[in-house]
C-alpha cells in the first residue's frame, strides 16, 4: 500500500536561507508524486508534480523537488526563503492501480526575519 | 470554469445531527474523494470514487457515507454528528492520464460538532 512520510513537523529557516522540506513515499509501483501549499484558512494549491519524464521538477514561487526512485524520496528545496513561504507543506502520492490520492502529515515552515 | 465547488463553507450542527457535504465537479473528472484535515495529521481519505455508481472506503470512513449517481456530484453524508467530526473537509477530483495527472481541490468546509 502506498504511503508518505514527511520528516520535521516543523521547519523554521531564516529569510534567504536555503529551503528543505523532506518527503519518503512507499509505493509498489511507479507513482506520481505532488507538492501542495495551504496558507492560513485557504485551500490547497498545487506547487510542482512528477508525473514522467525529468526527475527534477520546477515549480511556482521558486520551488523545485527531485524525484530519486533509489532513495524513494521527492525533497522541495528553495535556494532562498522569502517571508511569504511560511505556510503548511504536503507531500502526495497517486498509485496508477489504486487512483487514491494519499497525503503525508505536512510540515509547516517558519520564516524568521 | 467554476472546478471544484463544494457547500456549505462553514457549519454548527449538534452532536447526533445529519447533514449532507455537497461537491461538484464540472470538469468530467472520473475520480473524486473526500479528505478530512486535522491538526498534525494532514489529510486523510474517508471516502473516494473512481466513477459514477463506484464508491470504496478510505483510510477513516467510520461515521461518513457517500453515494456517486452522476459524474459531476459526490456528497457526503454525516448521519449522526459526534463531536470527534469537527474537522476541516475538502474534496477533490482528479485524472490520471500521464504527465497531465493532477488533482483539483474545493475551498473546504469547516465543521463544527457542537
Known amino acids: 500500500a502506498q504511503s508518505v512520510t514527511q520528516l520535521g513537523s516543523h521547519v523554521s529557516v531564516s529569510e534567504g536561507a536555503l529551503v528543505l522540506l523532506r518527503c519518503n513515499y512507499s509505493?509498489?509501483?511507479?507513482?506520481?508524486l505532488f507538492w501542495y501549499v495551504q496558507y492560513p484558512n485557504q485551500g490547497l494549491q498545487l506547487l510542482l508534480k512528477?508525473?514522467?519524464?525529468?526527475?527534477l521538477v520546477k515549480g511556482i514561487n521558486g520551488f523545485e523537488a527531485e524525484f530519486k526512485k533509489s532513495e524513494t524520496s521527492f525533497h522541495l528545496t528553495k535556494p532562498s526563503a522569502h517571508m511569504s513561504d511560511a505556510a503548511e507543506y504536503f507531500c502526495?502520492?497517486?498509485?496508477?492501480?489504486?487512483?487514491?490520492?494519499?497525503f503525508g502529515s505536512g510540515t509547516r515552515l517558519l520564516v524568521r526575519p | 470554469n467554476a472546478g471544484v465547488t463544494q457547500t456549505p463553507k462553514f457549519q454548527v450542527l449538534k452532536t447526533g445531527q445529519s447533514m449532507t457535504l455537497q461537491c461538484a465537479q464540472d470538469?468530467?473528472?472520473?475520480?473524486m474523494s473526500w479528505y478530512r484535515q486535522d491538526p498534525g495529521m494532514g489529510l486523510r481519505l474517508i471516502h473516494y470514487?473512481?466513477?459514477?455508481?463506484?464508491?470504496d472506503q478510505g483510510e477513516v470512513p467510520n461515521g461518513y457515507n457517500v453515494s456517486r449517481s452522476t459524474t459531476e456530484d459526490f456528497p457526503l453524508r454525516l448521519l449522526s454528528a459526534a463531536p470527534s467530526q469537527t474537522s476541516v473537509y475538502f474534496c477533490?477530483?482528479?485524472?490520471?492520464?500521464?504527465?497531465?495527472?493532477?488533482?483539483?481541490f474545493g475551498q473546504g468546509t469547516r465543521l463544527t460538532v457542537v
Open positions: 477533490a477530483s482528479s485524472y490520471l492520464q500521464g504527465a497531465r495527472t493532477e488533482a483539483f
Open positions: 470538469m468530467n473528472h472520473e475520480y
Open positions: 502526495a502520492v497517486i498509485e496508477d492501480s489504486s487512483y487514491k490520492l494519499i
Open positions: 470514487s473512481v466513477g459514477a455508481g463506484i464508491t
Open positions: 512528477y508525473t514522467t519524464g525529468a526527475t
Open positions: 509505493s509498489s509501483v511507479p507513482p506520481y
